[in-house]
């Protein structure tokens, strides 16, 4: 496929399409190429992001979406998908922190309640943890 070579849009494009048919390598390559072009191109992060998140490389998710979220603070969406980042990794009071700003943008939102529930889990926080679960169930319908 021939793209505009100027083009972060087109980059991106085949960015998503090459991350849907698990290509991740040529999709890192393409997204990159996209956020060089346009260096504020927060879905273009998000994307790298979620490529990262898939291949287990959840520093490097972290990283971009540090980068995304400074860019777009208001995006419940990246707040939450660092809270997944940080979650993976262990980095349990960040995930807090990330999923609590998520919930605070979205408060509707059951997965952001229910990834907070398994956070206050691990943190030993039985109380917070019901009261999240309950929450997401809440929300659920």
């Known amino acids: ?4 070579p100027d083009s972060s849009e087109s980059h991106f494009n085949l960015g998503w399409a090459l991350l849907a048919e698990d290509e991740p390598a040529q999709a890192e390559a393409t997204l990159l190429e996209s956020v060089r072009l346009d260096p ?39 707040h939450y998908s660092l809270g997944v980042a940080y979650n993976s990794q262990e980095a349990v009071d960040q995930a807090i922190l990330a999923l609590e700003t998520a919930a605070r943008l979205m408060p509707d939102d059951p997965r952001i309640h229910r990834l907070l529930g398994v956070a206050f889990d691990k943190k030993e926080l039985p109380a917070r943890a019901r009261e999240a679960y309950r929450r997401a169930a809440a929300l659920s319908g």
């Open 1 to 4: 496929m021939e793209l505009s």
């Open 40 to 78: 504020g191109n927060v879905e273009g992060l998000f994307a790298l992001a979620l490529l990262h998140q898939r291949t287990g490389a959840y520093a490097r998710a972290v990283s971009v979406l540090k980068l995304a979220v400074e860019k777009r603070p208001d995006d419940a969406r990246l």
